[in-house]
């Protein structure tokens, strides 16, 4: 049995979903989880592309049947693999006949199918306005290595919602960001990805999410969250720089001398020549604290420069010393205290003000 569903009750069914489309499109964006399952190949999807613009529908459909049809035995081998009691869901771009014929081979073999309504397309609609979804955000600031994700990890731990924006890009944010980390994805499949976390947030309850820049790496960040995120009350925690450097040591100290010289050279320019050279100097005779210290230099100026930008002053939890949990922990009870002081605000119509922006640090 095929059944036809639209987006959200395909995304709460339940079996792997299988996106049948080529493997191009795959890579583009695809929802989390999707197993590429390719009727076509990029070069067969676009030979029919190319038959149905010269010839005609009719001759683009035939010529689709004679490519794909031989592989049907083997497209039912590959679905009993990945869904042993037969149960899953299928789409392709809009809904047509490449899930269509997929679902129906599938359903011959005893499959039950679930097929999406507007395809990958009906999702993408769904992740925009999943996204605009207004949400209670704080932000965690603070310099770079005051080991800020740790932390995020350390919040859902003791029972808190965070979006680890950092994680589903691939990316730590900085020029170094990308250094020991997997290829990143596509912005359009960030997208994807922060969607499918953010609808799952209970929107009573705030999201911890820590202070970026509209860009994490390659990843763009969708507006809708950009602009919430900038409209939000920050929390920074600070660390003396002993302790920093420590962190970004442990951090970076495995990773390829080399490849901490490219990652110097992209910011050469703003660190300036002099220092840049020495940083590198110090790199390759592995003194990689002495070089981080050159480098902070560089980022702490930038954070201060966006700090001194602000109107506000952003309340700052001194973890020095601290673990990963008791920051947490301190940064909890400092929430609490936020957003009480930002309800008693509230009641006052003489004393709004705005709300403290992200500090976006390179």
């Known amino acids: 049995m095929v059944r036809l569903v639209q987006i959200e009750a395909f995304l709460n069914d339940t079996g792997p979903v299988l996106d049948v489309r080529s493997p191009g499109e795959f890579e583009q964006g695809h929802l989390p989880g999707a197993v590429s399952f390719p009727l076509f190949s990029d070069e067969e999807r676009a030979e029919v592309g190319t038959c149905y613009k010269h010839q005609g529908r009719d001759a683009a459909v035939e010529l689709g049947f004679a490519i794909a049809g031989p592989k049907s035995a083997e497209f039912i081998r590959q679905a009993k693999k990945l869904a042993p009691d037969k149960r899953v869901r299928v789409h392709c771009w809009r809904g047509g006949m490449r899930s269509g014929g997929i679902a129906w081979a599938l359903e011959l073999a005893g499959f039950q199918v679930t097929t999406l309504e507007g395809g990958y397309k009906s999702f993408r609609r769904w992740v925009r306005q999943t996204l605009v979804l207004p949400r209670p955000i704080i932000m965690l600031g603070g310099m770079t290595g005051t080991d800020k994700t740790s932390i995020l990890h350390a919040l859902v731990g003791q029972g808190a919602q965070a979006l680890d924006l950092e994680a589903l890009a691939n990316h730590r944010g900085s020029s170094y960001g990308g250094l020991d980390m997997p290829p990143q994805p596509s912005t359009e499949q960030f997208e994807n990805l922060i969607a499918v976390e953010w609808a799952a947030f209970n929107p009573a309850e705030p999201v911890w999410v820590e202070a970026e820049s509209r860009r994490i790496g390659t990843c763009r960040l969708p507006d809708e969250l950009f602009q919430q995120m900038e409209a939000a009350p920050t929390l920074e925690v600070t660390r003396p720089l002993s302790e920093r450097l420590d962190l970004l040591v442990q951090l970076y100290g495995q990773v390829n001398p080399e490849d901490l010289v490219v990652a110097t050279e992209r910011i050469g320019k703003?660190?300036?020549?002099?220092?840049?050279?020495?940083?590198?100097?110090?790199?390759?005779?592995?003194?990689?604290?002495?070089?981080?210290?050159?480098?902070?230099?560089?980022?702490?100026?930038?954070?201060?420069?966006?700090?001194?930008?602000?109107?506000?002053?952003?309340?700052?939890?001194d973890i020095t010393g601290l673990s990963a949990k008791a920051s947490a922990q301190c940064l909890c009870q400092a929430a609490a205290q936020l957003f009480d002081d930002l309800q008693l605000s509230n009641q006052q119509p003489q004393a709004s003000s705005p709300l403290l922006s992200p500090l976006a640090v390179e």
């Open 270 to 317: 703003r660190l300036g020549g002099q220092r840049t050279q020495v940083a590198i100097a110090l790199i390759r005779q592995r003194n990689f604290r002495g070089a981080l210290e050159i480098i902070l230099d560089y980022y702490d100026r930038t954070y201060r420069y966006d700090l001194d930008r602000r109107q506000k002053k952003i309340p700052q939890i």
